[in-house]
């Protein structure tokens, strides 16, 4: 069963603790890309690699970090620099011949 | 910001009638593509154009481009309760073919049975 995941569903954390999101997909897709929508918004790009131990900088990207070890695996880490880190945040992957993205069912974060 | 913009932000109809959304993008692009997300899933694909197209079907989306004005059109015809959703559309950057994509902020559509 092919497909992106992303876990956990929800995500909640005390302010000033970081958090790591998981993204993988199994779809052998080179680019990984992670976004965040706020309520009523559309999407913003925080991180995108299109290559493993390659990744570069979204619009946002500050207060959140990545790796890309492995070509399956893209995990966020939201750190205690992002100012307002309450979102739900969106993983999606795409094949180097192709312009569409597939979507994780996204993690909703909370930090209170 | 490159990100475009829908019109309208939200739109009610009756099961049956017809539903058009427009976009609107500020940069030249290569492509544009359209996207639909259930409340709180991840989005769905629905169709893609190219800049060199102007108009292009599938099933019941037909979806048109005007890269002079910088907008693209959505109309889902006969629309079913199913199709409530929100939809974006999403371009890439002309001089940067394929890496980031820019979405617009979505049309929220009801279809009421």
């Known amino acids: 069963d092919g497909g992106i995941t992303q876990s956990p569903k929800y995500l909640f954390r005390k302010e000033g603790q970081n958090v790591t999101l998981s993204c993988e997909q199994n779809?052998?897709?080179?680019?990984m890309y992670w976004y965040r929508q706020d309520p009523g918004q559309g999407l913003r790009l925080i991180y995108y690699?299109?290559?493993?131990?390659?990744?570069q900088k979204g619009d946002i990207a500050e207060g959140y970090s990545v790796s890309r070890e492995k070509k399956e695996s893209f995990p966020l880490t939201v750190t205690s620099a992002q100012k307002n880190p309450t979102a739900f945040y969106l993983c999606?992957?795409?094949?180097?011949?192709?312009?569409?993205?597939?979507f994780g069912p996204g993690t909703r974060l909370t930090v209170t | 910001s490159q990100q475009g913009e829908e019109d309208p932000q939200a739109l009610s109809i009756q099961e049956g009638e017809n539903a058009t959304m427009n976009c609107s993008y500020k940069?030249?692009?290569?492509?544009l593509q359209w996207y639909r997300q259930n409340s709180g899933r991840g989005l769905v694909h629905l169709i893609l154009?190219?800049?060199?197209?102007r108009e292009k079907h599938s099933g019941r989306l037909r979806v048109t481009l005007d890269t002079s004005k910088k907008s693209s059109s959505l109309l889902i015809t006969a629309s079913r309760a199913a199709d409530t959703a929100s939809y974006f559309c999403a371009t890439d950057d002309f001089r940067h073919t394929g890496n980031q994509f820019y979405f617009g902020t979505g049309t929220s559509l009801t279809v009421i049975p």
């Open positions: 940069t030249s692009i290569n492509n």
């Open positions: 690699s299109q290559i493993v131990n390659d990744f």
């Open positions: 154009i190219r800049s060199n197209e």
């Open positions: 999606a992957s795409r094949t180097s011949g192709s312009y569409e993205q597939y």
């Open positions: 779809l052998n897709h080179d680019a």
